[in-house]
């Protein structure tokens, strides 16, 4: 109810958006976070370079943060749950998948970092970047996990998400804080030595994995 001797008002509609703006404004704040990273992320910059305007960014995206997760999410990709029908095959393609994301599409120090770092204080901010940024990849991994306990594989009492994230975190902190980079490419040795702890049989997923794809059953062992 309008409050006496106020007058209702009806909010003009105003011009549409141009996806083609957003598009390019997008792939604009992608180039300029790989080259300056994001403490250094100028609007003015990125305006530039998409042909447009900072009051046009900033109508569309009030917060620098959330225009830099939308960059970082056109260029992703919501995974598929891996299924090889090998637990080891499964985990550490997860893994791969994960570590390739952070190293070749979220440039984890020069981006990743501060822009946690930047959205910490506003819990609003903080529980996006993980919805969008994170669990994705968390998600399709937790559904490879729940799949190997199912047929057997894994303890029963297994799990899932927890394991998820103890093989993430190792997959942050390399992306966080660096790492070398045949650890990027070679993930097997972490995902055995968390294998060992919780696989039924280890040495029955050490053999289903070095059989052919075609060759593999889904059964317990």
Partial sequence: ??????????????????????TAVLTATLGVLRENGYPRLALETVAARAGTTKASIRRRWPVRQDLVIDALASVLTVPTAPDNGCTRCDLTQSVRLLSETLRDRLPGGLVLAPLIADCAHDPALRRRLVEVLVEPSRN???????????????????????LVDLLASTVYQRALFGGAPEEWASPGPMVDLLLRG????????????????????????
């Fill in 140 to 162: 399709a991994a937790t559904v490879a996990v729940r799949r190997a306990v199912d047929r057997g594989d894994l303890r029963p009492d297994t799990d899932p998400a927890l």
């Fill in 198 to 221: 919780v696989a039924v049989d280890f040495a029955h997923l050490v053999r289903v994995g070095q059989q052919p794809a075609g060759a593999r059953h889904h059964h317990a062992p």
């Fill in 1 to 22: 109810m309008v409050p006496a001797g106020r007058r209702a008002v009806t909010p003009s509609a105003g011009r549409p958006r141009d996806p083609a703006i957003d």
